[in-house]
């Protein structure tokens, strides 16, 4: 039961600075001082979340972090499905990141789209004293060779690269040349740049702009393109579990033209056409934000957050974007909303008696740790505690003016200790967060859900999406397992935690 | 709307509704500028000739779906087999996130694991602090019993010394002086996962048997009749370490498993998360020293501890991840000789049993052609196992296997009349195999998950045998050695052969006279 339902909250926000200060007495007094920065309970009425963001992760606290290359290769580029990215290195990155974010996409794998493909230069010993920029060359005349479909190559550097002093901007030119002007984009995303993946979100738009948008100006739109007053295009959706489709069908029948998806499903061409749209629609801030803000400023294209997550913010998202249009896209947002409205109505009627009342601790990356925040309220459900895996004080700032609650636990950059810790204390009902966490919750009895993967369900975007993800809020939370956790002849155990003892 | 509370469709049917499905149609035609679809459907079809195929074996440079991953993966494997054993990878913190992320797909389970989070002014500077200020932290927070540290590429190409770094952080006060911290350097572009298990196994030993990197006396051996068993890197960790416990404790056997996995990666859900569980004691671990000899199951997984352990007066024998009956008579046989044990009866009924079961279904097995790929040791284990089914091994694939390991490979195919139209693949990949099963088609394939993508393309039914498995639950907790274990390898060909015999007879009126409810 949650504690949140017998206390008022001034002693919820006693009980989480009272907690924080306990997971601090375990780190050593200079961890415990930086640790304490990235720590808080909510105050309504401030501007952000009262925490430090962005910063270094500290070694052997187990982070939740990954790396530039993470952000870049399996973020922002992996899902341009008609463009082979090379993960340029050791075997291991592209190994354990291979097909593993389930960017849906509609292709032919291995002929024209490449998404779901591990494609490494497997640096060995050599190449790290002699250098890798002969077998980079070499790699892209077999790419050429054996996938003569593919509209383009991107090198997304691991580790070495940049440490061993490699060339790749230089082999990319020259091999461009070579191909009669394809698109080789070298990236600069080696792990150990940046705090987080965070930074190789930014390099991975930075490449784009300069060998993506600088190359195609003065080309002529893709044929058959026709621009109209209505065309629109999605940014920072991945398509997880087919995200941006039921993001991309509201859009349309509300009126508006998609000309491109950024980067689920998406394609180079679409990325080419993105300076002819109208309106940007940008919907994970934290990864594309860099690349809206360069179209505005050089092409004058405006953007504009959303968040299709849950009927509340659908609504009002829909209604945000329809509002840089015409009235016949305003009525068409208020008609996309009527036509929903009685979906909506069943599904809240179904699963809000089952979920009321139930509380919630998240710790995502990118937007998920605020946007979904409305999805859960739709459903009478309570976020008690939220963090970002490497947001930065704009997206505190968000998060505080748009989303949580006064005496919200907040935690940035937690780390595996914190997490169990304020977990077992505040005891929610169910913890949303990732791969590498949902297990050590299951063990607790604890209900959980992925929130990067949507636990390989999905979608759970727009409307559609929104059934999916109460379906799966219910199900994972109401679960018969969780009532057979305690063993019956056995006392209670008292909430337990290993790394405490 | 195809959309209902009372039915809700998620992205396995959603999709298929007109809407969508027009949706993204309309996509591709105005804004992909994709091809033509006869110029896919060309290049689709090229892509399955011999022409082709010698194009894709010319590749020098691109590696494209290699089975195989990096060292550090390894270390982290058998650092987490040793009891309250917390692993600390010196280096970039994204390989950390990797490596948890890559064993909990696997197993279904947490996989606790450190890095020292280096950034851009550790690869100027090295990454002294961080090591000092990681282990500090380890230490603190989630009281280990050792840590165990091994090497992302980054912390290799700048050269960080970890013997001295961490002496430096023990008079720095990271850890108690006298407290366990071996290492091993992993460099991710040298070898695989199973050179690293094999670095980091030995780091290990090295460090309790040699006197902990010059900080206390080494070991004086006083041999005993224990022996040693390492398992090697295995997807099959929890079952099999399991099933060779339950054996030696048949045989009457002193034995110590050197890295036990199987309890870490299989702790019960029952309101207690348990960092650590299970796993070989650190006194165990420093006695195995005195032990007479010592047992690998997988010989590519121990090439460097192997010879170690033997230079410190050990028999040592290795295995090729025994499956199936004369692989399993010969690790019995081996034990027994060493131990100077019986093997008693109730092993050899289960040797009658997987006999017998053999004999059962062997005629649907028989002359059947197999492609075959995984780690080096699992593709010769496997391999036997299909001979003595009288099945044919035709392509067998390791992306980690050396030229020493296709000379063995090819020793195998010989030794039966079942491996004379058979091949080895040393240092191939998963797109060298597709050419393969296209130019040569066989009936099944044996392999990981990631081998649903040539059972897409090619229509060659895949049987997941292998690492990772990430799309079948729980295979992990079944053994597949012992002859047990062997019994489930046959039952998972099986399954899939029947499978694939009554998909393939169920059209009525047209084949489903063979639809039959006997096999």
Redesign the interface.
């Known amino acids: 039961m949650s504690m949140s339902e017998t206390q008022n909250v001034a002693e919820i926000k006693a009980r989480n600075k009272e907690l924080i200060n306990e997971v601090l007495q375990v780190y050593p007094e200079k961890t415990a001082k930086r640790r304490a920065k990235h720590l808080n309970v909510h105050e309504a009425g401030k501007s952000d979340c009262g925490v430090k963001s962005n910063l270094k992760s500290i070694p052997g606290v187990m982070t939740i972090r990954g790396c530039a290359y993470a952000g870049s290769k399996g973020v922002v580029w992996g899902p341009i499905k008609d463009m082979i990215h090379i993960s340029h290195g050791p075997v291991g990155c592209g190994q354990y990141s291979w097909a593993a974010r389930r960017n849906y996409y509609i292709g032919t794998t291995g002929i024209d789209t490449f998404v779901t493909m591990q494609f490494t230069s497997d640096f060995q010993e050599k190449d790290i004293v002699f250098g890798g920029d002969k077998k980079l060359a070499k790699i892209i005349d077999e790419i050429q060779d054996l996938f003569p479909l593919n509209n383009g190559i991107s090198i997304q550097s691991e580790c070495p690269i940049g440490l061993i002093g490699d060339d790749i901007e230089a082999v990319s030119k020259v091999k461009s040349k070579e191909y009669e002007g394809k698109t080789i984009v070298p990236v600069r995303c080696e792990g150990f740049r940046g705090v987080s993946q965070s930074l190789g979100h930014h390099i991975a738009n930075d490449a784009i702009r300069d060998w993506v948008f600088d190359k195609a100006e003065g080309k002529d739109a893709p044929a058959g393109f026709e621009a109209t007053p209505y065309d629109v295009a999605i940014i920072g959706d991945y398509n997880i579990g087919g995200d941006a489709w039921s993001s991309r069908i509201l859009l349309e029948e509300m009126g508006l033209r998609v000309i491109a998806q950024w980067s689920g499903d998406g394609t180079l061409a679409e990325l080419e056409a993105t300076p002819k749209a109208k309106l940007n629609v940008l919907h994970c801030y934290r990864s594309m934000n860099y690349i809206s803000r360069h179209m505005e400023e050089k092409y004058g294209i405006p953007w504009c957050e959303y968040n299709f997550f849950g009927p509340s913010k659908i609504a009002e998202s829909l209604r945000k974007i329809a509002s840089y249009f015409d009235d016949k896209i305003k009525e068409g947002a208020e008609r996309v909303i009527a036509k929903y409205q009685a979906l909506v109505d069943d599904v809240i009627a179904k699963y809000r008696p089952r979920l009321e009342g139930k509380t919630v601790m998240l710790f995502v990356g990118g937007l998920r740790p605020r946007h979904v925040i409305g999805a859960y309220e739709d459903l009478g459900m309570e976020v008690v505690g939220t963090g970002y895996e490497f947001g930065h004080n704009d997206d505190y700032q968000r998060t505080a003016q748009h989303y949580v609650k006064d005496g919200t636990l907040i935690y940035d950059d937690v780390t595996g200790y914190e997490f169990e810790k304020f977990v077992e204390k505040v005891q929610p009902d169910l913890v949303g967060s990732g791969i590498k966490e949902k297990y050590v919750f299951q063990k607790m009895g604890v209900p959980f859900r992925q929130m990067h993967s949507w636990d390989y369900s999905g979608p759970y975007h727009g409307y559609d999406g929104f059934a999916i993800f109460a379906r799966d809020m219910d199900m994972a939370i109401n679960a018969p397992v969780w009532k057979m956790a305690e063993t019956p002849w056995k006392a209670k155990p008292k909430p337990h935690l290993m790394a405490a003892e | 709307?195809t959309?209902?509370?009372?039915n809700?469709?998620?992205?396995f049917e959603?999709?298929r509704g007109p809407?969508?499905q027009s949706?993204?149609a309309n996509?591709?035609e105005?804004?992909?500028?994709?091809?033509d679809p006869a110029?896919?459907e060309r290049?689709?079809e090229w892509?399955k000739t011999a022409e082709?195929q010698e194009?894709?074996f010319a590749?020098?440079?691109?590696?494209?779906?290699?089975a195989?991953?990096?060292?550090?993966?390894g270390a982290v494997f058998a650092a987490v087999g040793f009891e309250g054993t917390l692993p600390?990878v010196h280096?970039?913190?994204?390989?950390v996130?990797?490596?948890?992320?890559?064993f909990?797909?696997h197993f279904?389970?947490?996989?606790?694991?450190?890095?020292?989070?280096?950034?851009?002014d550790?690869?100027v500077f090295g990454g002294l602090n961080?090591?000092i200020?990681?282990?500090?932290?380890?230490y603190?927070?989630?009281?280990p019993k050792m840590i165990a540290v091994s090497t992302?590429?980054?912390a290799e190409?700048?050269g960080d010394d970890l013997n001295a770094f961490i002496k430096t952080a023990k008079e720095k006060g990271s850890v108690p002086e006298a407290f366990d911290v071996p290492f091993a350097h992993t460099?991710?572009?040298?070898g695989?996962h199973v050179t690293g298990y094999d670095n980091a196994l030995k780091g290990i030993l090295e460090h309790f048997w040699d006197g902990k990197a010059g900080t206390a006396p080494k070991v004086e051996r006083q041999p005993n009749g224990k022996i040693n068993f390492i398992g090697g890197f295995d997807g099959y960790t929890v079952g099999n370490i399991r099933e060779i416990k339950r054996i030696f404790d048949l045989m009457g056997v002193e034995y110590t498993i050197l890295g036990d996995n199987s309890d870490v990666w299989d702790?019960?859900?029952?309101?207690?998360?348990?960092?650590?569980d299970g796993g070989t004691t650190l006194e165990d671990a420093a006695a195995a020293v005195h032990a007479k000899a010592t047992l690998s199951m997988q010989e590519y997984c121990t090439e460097k501890t192997l010879p170690f352990i033997a230079g410190h007066g050990h028999e040592t024998v290795s295995f090729n991840h025994p499956v199936g009956v004369a692989g399993t008579d010969r690790f019995l046989m081996e034990v027994a000789r060493l131990t100077g044990t019986e093997i008693p009866d109730a092993l050899a009924r289960e040797r009658g049993r997987l006999v017998d079961a053999i004999a059962d279904s062997s005629s649907h097995i028989h002359g059947k052609k197999f492609a075959l790929y995984g780690d080096p040791d699992l593709c010769l284990g496997l391999a036997a196992f299909l001979l003595e089914l009288g099945a044919e091994p035709t392509h067998v694939l390791a992306t980690n296997g050396s030229k020493g390991w296709a000379a063995k490979m090819q020793e195998l195919f010989d030794s039966s009349p079942f491996g004379k139209n058979c091949k080895a693949y040393p240092g191939r990949d998963l797109?060298h195999m597709?050419s393969l099963l296209f130019t040569e088609p066989v009936d099944y394939l044996i392999g990981n998950t990631?081998g649903k993508?040539l059972e897409r393309?090619t229509g060659t039914p895949l049987i997941r045998i292998g690492f990772p498995i990430f799309d079948r639950h729980h295979h992990h907790r079944y053994p597949v050695w012992g002859y047990q274990g062997g019994l489930n390898v046959l039952v998972r060909i099986l399954d899939k052969i029947f499978d694939t015999f009554d998909a393939n007879t169920n059209i009525p009126s047209k084949s489903d006279y063979s639809f039959d409810i006997i096999r």
Request: aromatic content about 12%; proline content about 5%; overall charge positive.
């Open positions: 709307m959309q209902s509370a009372e809700v469709l998620d992205h959603l999709f809407e969508y949706m993204l996509k591709r105005l804004f992909e500028n994709r091809r110029e896919v290049v689709r892509a082709y194009k894709n590749r020098e440079a691109l590696t494209i779906n290699p195989k991953a990096c060292q550090p993966l600390f280096g970039s913190q994204g390989c996130a990797y490596y948890r992320s890559h909990s797909r279904k389970e947490p996989t606790s694991c450190v890095s020292s989070s280096m950034t851009e550790a690869a961080n090591m200020d990681g282990l500090a932290n380890t603190s927070m989630y009281k992302t590429c980054m190409v700048i460099p991710a572009f040298v695989s702790t019960p859900t029952d309101g207690e998360f348990r960092m650590y797109w597709r990631y993508y393309d």
